[in-house]
């Protein structure tokens, strides 16, 4: 269990004690190398736990870089600049379950660490007995932005990567690739000062 002082030491509001603890209870995140990794990872996901939605407030030029096959010209970009409704329709559109216009806007990325797409809403909701599918926001609000992470981190199988400490594995199954890595640690082992101190 982390402490509510423990909580001031990394600067996350106390709004999130009750909700990280919950999470690790529920989740065996039972030591203190898993729970810094839950929370390092966390924090890199969710900006130190205060960006619980996903934004995709992209201009025409930045769309063009983070996802190039979808928007392979500035001309094809243009009609989505700074819409982010339009973009999540774009790129999650007939994946990840959403398979009707809207989903992707619908189904965006909330959370500590980003559910994303109307499989994985249904799938988190049905294992926490909550309807996220006709209740999306609830997911960023703390309680479930941390169960749906630790569902996800169990999912993955992540405290075995905590145990050993295999930040870049887990990582990629956290993100697909090393985004961030270098924050990710260094956030973790904050985290694991703060625990172990």
């Known amino acids: 269990m982390i402490t509510a002082e423990q909580l001031a030491k ?7 004690l009750e909700p990280l603890n919950d999470t690790f209870q529920r989740y065996d995140i039972s030591t203190p190398l898993r729970m810094a990794a839950f929370i390092g990872q966390c ?8 960006v619980l939605r996903e934004n995709l ?31 999540a329709d774009k790129v999650y559109s007939g994946r990840m379950g959403n398979n009707e216009e809207g989903d992707g806007a ?11 797409g ?9 294992a926490l007995g909550v309807d996220f599918m006709h209740s999306p926001d609830l997911v960023a609000i703390p309680k479930y932005a941390a169960l749906t992470a630790g569902w996800f981190w169990n999912k993955r199988g992540l405290n075995k990567e905590a145990d050993a ?13 090393t985004i ?11 985290a ?4 172990t101190a």
């Open 192 to 195: 694991l000062g703060v625990l």
């Open 165 to 177: 400490r295999d930040y870049t594995g887990m990582t990629k199954k956290i993100n697909g690739g």
């Open 43 to 50: 924090s890199h996901e969710s900006g130190g736990f205060k």
């Open 118 to 126: 109307k499989d994985s809403y249904t799938l988190a909701g049905d």
């Open 57 to 87: 407030n992209y201009s025409a030029e930045r769309l063009c870089k983070v996802w190039p096959s979808r928007f392979p010209s500035l001309e094809a970009a243009q009609p989505f600049h700074r819409n982010p409704d339009m973009i």
């Open 180 to 190: 961030g890595l270098d924050d990710r640690v260094a956030h973790i082992n904050t």
């Open 10 to 16: 990394l600067k996350i509001d106390p709004e999130w």
């Open 106 to 116: 619908l189904y965006v990325g909330r959370g500590c660490i980003q559910l994303t």
